[in-house]
Each structure stands twice: as C-alpha cells, then as structure tokens.
C-alpha cells in the first residue's frame, strides 16, 4: 500500500462489470490474529505457543500469528517469538502430536532439535546526551546453514520504528490511538517481513492464507522431527 495514495475515506470507488461499487479499507484492516497450521503427509496440525510439551489425545489451545494484508500480499511480525514460530513450521522443525479433531488432526510445537531463530537487543548512545538507540536483531537460520538478520530500531522511549535489515516498514489500515481512550481506523506504518521472502528463505515451503477463517497454512520442506 503506498503511503502517499492512502486518503481519509474508509471507502473508495471501485469499478466492475456490474458498475460503480464501494470496496471498505476493512478488506485489507490489519493485522488479523490468525492460526497457524502445518500440513505433512496430507494432515494437518495447529500451532501450540509457550514451549509447552504435547501430550497425546489432549486439545490444546492454538498460538495465534499476527498476519498483514495488502493486497494479494502477506506479512508477518519481525518480533522473534512470532517470526521463529512461523519460520520453524516453514523449514519443518516441529514435533506433532496426533488428535483427532473435527478439522484437523493435531497439534505441533517447535521442534527442539535444530535451533532455527536466535535474537538479541543492541543498545547504543546517540549523539544526544542521555538518548539511546534499541536495535532489535533476530536471526533465522535455514537447514543449509544460510542465515538471515532482520533488524529494527527504536530511538529514545519514542514507540516509532525503522527497519534496518530483512524487514520493512508498510502502511496498512490498523487501529490507531491518537489520544487516551480514542481509537480509530487510521493508516499506521508497522514494521513487517513478507511470508514470500521467508518462503523462499526456507527453500521450498508454500503457504497459502485463508482470509475468511484467518488461517495460515504452512506446507513445510521437510517432515517434522
């Protein structure tokens, strides 16, 4: 979404074979709070978060994954608690545990064999006495020992972010709070990675993302652990 063509109307007029209609910024709101599963072998597991060990023949409660929406195009958070939950289903370094469900067959954690995400904060002085510089850096390594950084800064006890490294700062329609207990639907920029670039980071994962039931589905590279 380009910044410079986003106005102050939720609603903008769209043209289609059957004439003018109104197409809302509500299509794109964003994030959405979606599940994550991982399909292998044709069955499909729901994301456990919290470094809980799975046990079988139990229901647990599935992690959700903020996902950015423009267009056809699909974002998730840099923050490393995310962003190693979706790359490790990417790479396939989960481990399941089967339970039948009505919709799925079970649930998956993190797999504890291969360390796929480290992260850490960089704190440095600016030239403004007393202001500091947070750097953010997670780093996520794929299973032919390439790595990546994503880093993102933060000046000061300012809540406004600059992406230096493998992720980017879009705009998307979100919630905003321009004074105390006062929201509004307003263009916000957000530090974000595209699924794509993890994607192909991963070497061969697919995802696909279903809008209505707010689900990202995650065929990885390899089977689980």
Not at 3 to 18: D, E, F, Q, Y
Request: with cysteine; glycine share 8%; charged share 25%.
């Amino acid at each position: 979404m380009n910044k410079k063509t986003i106005g102050l109307l939720a609603m903008v007029p769209v043209v289609s074979a059957g004439g003018i209609q109104l197409k809302s910024c509500k299509d794109d709101f964003s994030p959405d709070y979606a599940s994550l599963f991982v399909e292998m072998n044709g069955k499909k597991y729901g994301a456990v978060s919290g470094g809980m060990k799975l046990t079988s023949d139990r229901s647990w409660p599935l992690a959700q994954v903020e996902v950015y929406k423009d267009g056809d195009q699909f974002f998730v958070s840099p923050k490393a608690s995310e962003l190693g939950l979706v790359f490790d289903a990417m790479i396939g370094n989960v481990t399941v545990s089967a339970k039948s469900e009505h919709t799925y067959d079970g649930y998956f954690v993190q797999g504890a064999k291969f360390d796929s995400t480290t992260s850490r904060v960089e704190t440095r002085a600016t030239e403004t006495l007393g202001e500091q510089e947070s750097v953010d850096v997670v780093t996520i390594h794929n299973r032919d020992g390439e790595s990546m950084d994503i880093k993102k800064m933060r000046v000061g006890n300012t809540t406004e972010q600059t992406c230096l490294t493998g992720c980017e700062i879009r705009t998307f329609w979100s919630w905003a709070q321009p004074h105390p207990g006062k929201n509004v639907m307003a263009p916000v920029d957000i530090p974000v990675i595209s699924v794509s670039k993890l994607a192909a980071f991963s070497h061969g994962a697919t995802v696909s993302y279903d809008r209505e039931l707010k689900l990202l589905l995650i065929k990885p590279t390899v089977t689980s652990d």
